[in-house]
C-alpha cells in the first residue's frame, strides 16, 4: 500500500521527482523486519555512505535507465531514495555534477574524459557504467533534403541507405559560392554528435573544421560551421532557418519528421554501428568517499539497462509510456515510440527495421570498455581539442583513469549473486578493450590499442604529429 501512495504521488508535474520513506516510529520498525528480502539485506552489506541522492540528466530516450531504476524501484532495493533533475544543458550539468550539486548524471561520453584531461572545466570526473549504444541521427531541412536527394542514389523509389555525405557536398559547395555559411548544429562540442557529425561530414569530403588553443569554435577552415544547440531546441531552430541540419539524439530528429520540417538522413548506427553514447559520471572524488554508494547506483543502473532490452525489447513500450511524461523526455509517446522499438523513420512514410537503434544492454552496451574511451580521444585529437601529439601510452591511461570497469564488475557479481542477472551477461574475461572493428562508414578499422595508427588512417582532419600552426596542413 505504501509503495502505491508513493508511486501516486510521484504523478505530479514537477520537473524534479524525488522518493521518500513514510513510515515512522514503531509501524516503520515491525513493517521493516515484515518485509525483509535479499535485496535489502544486500543494500545492509553494501552499507552506502550517503542514501539521499540527486541525479541529473538532458531530456532525451537515453536518460531511460535512470527513469527505470526509479520507476521500478531499483534505486530503493540498494537503499537508494534519488531525485532526479533535468537539466538545461550539458554545460550546466557538468558543473553541478562538479560542485556537488549533482551526485552524478547522464552524460555525454566526451565530457568526463574532456574535463580529465582540462579541455573546458577541469575536473577528475568518472564512469563505471556506460548508459546506451547508437541512438544519434544526423537531420536536415526539407530544403537541403530536396537539393540532396538528387545525388542519392534510389532503389524502388526509395534512397539507398547510408547516405554519404558527398550527396551534401555540392549543396554546400553553392551556398559556399552564394557567401552563405552553411550552419549546422550538434549538442556540444565534446558530444558524440558533434564527431559523428564531423565523422560524417568529412568522409564525404566536408571539412567540418577545427579547433585550435586560442579558436575554440571548431570552425577554422571549415566547408560546414557546427555550433552548439541545446537537443530539444534542435527542431524549432531548424524550422527557423538558423541551422540547414542537426545531429542530436532522440526524439529529436523524430520530432522533425512529425513535425514535417526536416528528414533525418543516417542514424548513428549507420556511421558506426554499435557506437558507445551515453555514460553515467560522478566524480573522483564521489566515487573515492562513497564507494559503496558507487556501487549500489551501478547495480540499479545495470538492472534498468537489462530490463529494458530484456525479452527482445519487450518492455519497451512502457518505457515509451514513462518517458514520455513531462518530468523525464516530455515528448509525445508516438515520437519517443518511432526511434525505441525497433524502426526508424527518415523521410515521411519511410519507416525501416533498425532494431539496434537503440541499445541499453545487450552487445556488452553497459561495460565501461577503454576502447570506447580511447575513440573520443581520438577524435578530440583529429579536429584539434587536443592540441599537440600524444603517444599512444597516454591514451590509455587517460582511459583507465575515467573508465572504471572493475567498480562495474563488483557490481555484476552481486547481481549474479541475487539471482538478478547471469554470469554469462557480462564480459568478465574482458582487457576492456573491444576486438578491432572496421565498422564505420567508411571502412577505415579502428583499434583502441593503437590510436595513432587510427588517427593516421583517417582522411580529412590532423594526423598523429601535426597541430594547427603546421605548413603542412592545407589551408593554415
Not at 573520443?376 to 587517460?398: C, F, N, P, S, V
Request: hydrophobic share 40%.
Amino acid at each position: 500500500m505504501e509503495e502505491e501512495c508513493d508511486r501516486t504521488a510521484k504523478k505530479s508535474n514537477k520537473p524534479i521527482i524525488t522518493r521518500f520513506l513514510k513510515l515512522s516510529g514503531v509501524l516503520a520498525l515491525s513493517s521493516a523486519i515484515a518485509m525483509i528480502t535479499l535485496t535489502s539485506v544486500q543494500a545492509d552489506i553494501l552499507n552506502v555512505e550517503k542514501d539521499e541522492l540527486t541525479l541529473g540528466f538532458i531530456k532525451l530516450t537515453d536518460m531511460a535507465p535512470l527513469a527505470i531504476a526509479y520507476e521500478k524501484g531499483f534505486f530503493e532495493d540498494e537503499g537508494l531514495f534519488v531525485t532526479l533533475e533535468p537539466q538545461a544543458n550539458w554545460k550546466v550539468l557538468l558543473d553541478r555534477v562538479i560542485t556537488g550539486e549533482l551526485d552524478g548524471a547522464h552524460m555525454l561520453a566526451g565530457q568526463p574524459l574532456a574535463a580529465t584531461i582540462g579541455y573546458g572545466t577541469k575536473a577528475h570526473i568518472v564512469t563505471p557504467f556506460s548508459m546506451d549504444l547508437n541512438g544519434n541521427a544526423i537531420t536536415v531541412s526539407n530544403d537541403v533534403w530536396s537539393l540532396m536527394k538528387e545525388n542519392v542514389p534510389h532503389e524502388n523509389g526509395r534512397p539507398v541507405h547510408p547516405i554519404s555525405a558527398k550527396a551534401l557536398k555540392p549543396v554546400v559547395e553553392t551556398y559556399k559560392d552564394q557567401g552563405k555559411p552553411f550552419n549546422m548544429g550538434m549538442v556540444f562540442p565534446v558530444s558524440t554528435h558533434n564527431y559523428e557529425l564531423r565523422y560524417w561530414l568529412a568522409a564525404g569530403g566536408i571539412h567540418p573544421g577545427y579547433y585550435s588553443p586560442e579558436d575554440t569554435s571548431g570552425q577554422l577552415q571549415a566547408d560546414a560551421y557546427l555550433s552548439v544547440t541545446p537537443p530539444p531546441q534542435m527542431p524549432v531552430t531548424l524550422e527557423a532557418g538558423t541551422i540547414y541540419g542537426y545531429s542530436v539524439g532522440e526524439p529529436w530528429n523524430q520530432q522533425a519528421v512529425f513535425k514535417g520540417i526536416g528528414v533525418p538522413v543516417i542514424t548513428d548506427y549507420e556511421i558506426w554501428q554499435n557506437n558507445p553514447e551515453k555514460v553515467f559520471g560522478l566524480t573522483k572524488d564521489f566515487t573515492d568517499t562513497n564507494p559503496n554508494t558507487t556501487l549500489a547506483l551501478t547495480k540499479a543502473l545495470i538492472r534498468a539497462a537489462k530490463w529494458l532490452d530484456e525479452n527482445d525489447n519487450e518492455n519497451r513500450p512502457e518505457a515509451v509510456r514513462i518517458l514520455s511524461q513531462s518530468e523525464y523526455v516530455g515528448a509525445d509517446a508516438e515520437v519517443i515510440a518511432s526511434s525505441m522499438t525497433g524502426t526508424f523513420e527518415y523521410e515521411k512514410g519511410d519507416k525501416r527495421p533498425v532494431p539496434d537503434f537503440n541499445v541499453f544492454f545487450r552487445h556488452d552496451a553497459t561495460y565501461p570498455f577503454y576502447s570506447d574511451a580511447i575513440w573520443y580521444l581520438t577524435q578530440m585529437r583529429r579536429w584539434g581539442q587536443i592540441a599537440d601529439h600524444k603517444g599512444d601510452t597516454w591514451y590509455a591511461e587517460i582511459a583507465k583513469s575515467v573508465y572504471q570497469p572493475d567498480i562495474y564488475l563488483k557490481a555484476a557479481a552481486l547481481l549474479v549473486e541475487e539471482n538478478h542477472a547471469l554470469e554469462s551477461d557480462f564480459p568478465r574475461n574482458s582487457d576492456g578493450y573491444r576486438p578491432a572493428t572496421a565498422a564505420f562508414l567508411d571502412g577505415i578499422e579502428y583499434n583502441g590499442k593503437k590510436p595513432n595508427a587510427y588517427i593516421d588512417a583517417l582522411t580529412i582532419g590532423f594526423k598523429s604529429g601535426q597541430t594547427i600552426k603546421d605548413k603542412s596542413i592545407p589551408g593554415s
